[in-house]
């Protein structure tokens, strides 16, 4: 169990902890910012201004990450912009309504964990075929040399205390782009100073987010970013007392904002949570630090970005990405000792990937599955 009070600390282990949520957030917003073509300072600037934000009003490492299904999608299908920014809405509104109504904490206590950990395994089975489809086979024999070496490298420092694996990484990838392909000009010629761009999306865009984008997220949320992120807090910090109905509003609250100046959708997550504090994060600091980045970057190098994430090797972010997806297939390990629990959580997971609007399909299926398994199992063998 950790406890650090309400206080934000700045210090070297609040530093090391900005980096553990680099392995999700990066690549996603990258593939968001090449797919849908959006505006790469008003992303970089609300998504640092939300990840600084969040740091201090929860006061302990609450990460703020892109919402995962959205960004499958809008990867895989090259979405627009002005579509994703209408799910951002959407999801927003739904979220509020089902925070307000009480309905999100009745499904807290509705939907079991192994119907969690199955929606988990499905985004981490999607997010692995995406990594290793879209990202890894992207440069050829060159691609995969910096593949394997990025792999090699988060193999080594697993479980490090001081070096983030992400970061030698990174710096791999960063100078593999300003030796290779960065145009060094262009990225001087992009300092300046931006502020997001206002934009008010249509009813039309909105509804089309909703259906398209908005509803196959909805249960990952419900099961990721609410349920598995109150749980893992409670386990890290229980002296927080962090509520369903608390997380549930700050997540709409940071949709229902975001979209009218050009920010990404987001969430909360259990995995950007274990990351920072794996990496030494215990107060709001490190998510502080970590959004402030993103903040100095999008409002003085925002103009550059599409350059610069398009001279980043996207094999390394693959690498990152993958990573990411085998954390969220490792977390079915709690459930695997249940002969009951465990092809449940396998079952939603194929469901979710596999099938249209996936997630819906398997969180309804898994939860009454697990009902109709949980009251068998009430069931006496010498009932007549």
Not at 119 to 144: C, E, P, R, W
Not at 237 to 260: A, C, D, H, Q
Request: charged content about 10%; glycine content about 12%; some cysteine.
């Amino acid at each position: 169990m950790a406890s650090a009070g309400t206080h934000i600390r700045f210090d070297r282990h609040e530093l090391a902890g900005a980096f553990g949520d680099v392995g999700t957030s990066l690549p996603l917003l990258v593939g968001i910012a090449l797919a849908a073509k959006i505006d790469g300072a008003s992303m970089l600037v609300m998504f640092g201004l939300l990840q600084v934000v969040t740091g201090l009003v929860y006061r302990m490492p609450m990460p703020v990450q892109p919402l995962k299904a959205m960004a499958a999608i809008v990867i895989a299908q090259g979405i627009a912009g002005p579509v994703l920014f209408g799910a951002g809405l959407a999801i927003g509104v739904t979220m509020l309504v089902l925070t307000a109504t009480g309905l999100l904490e009745w499904l807290a206590r509705v939907v079991p964990k192994s119907v969690v950990r199955g929606i988990q395994f499905g985004l981490g089975l999607q997010l692995a075929s995406i990594a290793l489809k879209n990202y890894v086979q992207a440069d050829g024999i060159t691609g995969f040399i910096l593949a394997g070496v990025s792999f090699v490298i988060i193999v080594v420092l697993l479980g490090h205390d001081k070096i983030p694996g992400a970061l030698p990484v990174l710096a791999l990838g960063i100078a593999y782009a300003v030796l290779f392909s960065l145009d060094q000009g262009h990225l001087v010629r992009s300092f300046g100073f931006d502020l997001p761009v206002f934009r008010a999306p249509s009813l039309a865009e909105i509804t089309t987010g909703f259906i398209v984008l908005a509803l196959p997220q909805i249960p990952l949320s419900l099961g990721n970013s609410v349920l598995a992120t109150r749980q893992l807090a409670e386990d890290l910090f229980p002296e927080r007392n962090i509520t369903i109905r608390k997380i549930g509003f700050t997540y709409s609250l940071m949709n229902l904002v975001s979209p009218w100046f050009g920010g990404v959708p987001t969430c909360h997550g259990s995995g950007g949570m274990a990351g920072h504090f794996t990496f030494g994060g215990r107060t709001g600091g490190s998510v502080v630090i970590y959004g402030s980045l993103f903040l100095a970057t999008g409002l003085f190098f925002g103009a550059g970005f599409d350059q610069i994430v398009s001279a980043f090797p996207l094999p390394i972010l693959g690498v990152l990405l993958l990573f990411e997806a085998l954390t969220l297939i490792w977390l079915i390990r709690d459930v695997t000792p249940s002969r009951s629990e465990f092809p449940i959580t396998i079952l939603v997971g194929l469901v979710a990937v596999g099938l249209p609007y996936g997630y819906l399909i398997g969180l309804v299926l898994g939860t009454v599955l697990a009902k109709l398994a949980s009251g068998s199992r009430l069931v006496s063998p010498d009932a007549p």
